[in-house]
């Protein structure tokens, strides 16, 4: 168990709807980081927060946005989803330094149909 | 830019082989940091090692090692005695000093045959 908790685990949703991911860090990690796994694009960066704040940006379309709340919870929305967003989307932490290594939730896999 | 390349898409073994997984990786930060993950059948990923760039003394972890050689540019894995429980799919990251995102390979699928 990573310590990192992610829900919903599995998600259906039609074409059009906007849905919410959900990502609880470890205890104590500062930073989360949203990462979308597909077959054909492997895994990509999406964006990383760092106690509140926006810290780098990634491949997100302007259809998806995050936020990082108080407590250190982070929720990914997307919405106006296509077939194409179906994926694996994964939430990691860690401390804020860059030698440190990220630890990932067991991800929301997102089928859109 | 930032690049991560395992040419091995797929590797099938059968159990008690050796088998080695390469990584070879391109950045112009000349302090970074080297990683594995594994994601088994269940889907998630799994931290396995982190290599810092200036460090490069080779990691023995039981039937786990990594071979770290920034002449090469390449950080390879080696699985000694594989088991069946070892297939998966891994992944190696790269990470940039000043930057916090991982660059990941697109991974190499393991299986290991009984």
């Known amino acids: ?20 991911l959900r990502c609880s860090p470890r205890s104590g990690d500062l930073s989360v ?23 780098a940006k990634g491949n997100i379309l302007e259809r998806f946005s995050a936020q990082q709340f108080p407590d250190l919870h982070s929720e990914l929305n997307l919405s106006s989803l296509e077939l194409g967003d179906s994926a694996l989307y994964f939430c990691a932490s860690s401390v804020a330094e860059p030698n440190t290594e990220a630890f990932f939730g067991q991800g929301t896999r997102l089928t859109v149909v | ?29 000349t302090t970074y940091y080297l990683f594995w993950y594994k994601q088994p059948p269940s889907g998630e990923l799994v931290f396995l090692i982190r290599r810092n760039s200036f460090d490069e003394q080779n990691e023995i972890s039981g039937r786990y090692s990594w071979n770290f050689q920034k002449s090469t540019s390449s950080f390879n894995f080696t699985i000694t005695a594989s088991q069946v429980v070892d297939s998966a799919v891994y992944f190696c990251a790269l990470r940039g000093g000043g930057a916090q995102k991982l660059v990941f390979g697109q991974g190499t699928r393991l299986t290991i045959n009984p």
Request: glycine share 6%.
């Open chain 1, 33 to 55: 980081y949203w990462y979308q796994q597909s077959l054909d694009q492997g895994l990509q960066f999406l964006i990383q927060y760092y106690n509140g704040e926006e810290r």
């Open chain 2, 1 to 29: 830019a930032q690049k991560v390349t395992q040419a091995q898409t797929e590797i099938s073994v059968v159990e008690k082989e050796d088998v080695t997984l390469d990584c070879v990786y391109e950045t112009r930060d």
């Open chain 1, 1 to 20: 168990d990573s310590g990192v908790t992610q829900t919903p685990k599995h998600l259906i949703t039609a074409t059009g709807q906007r849905v919410t």
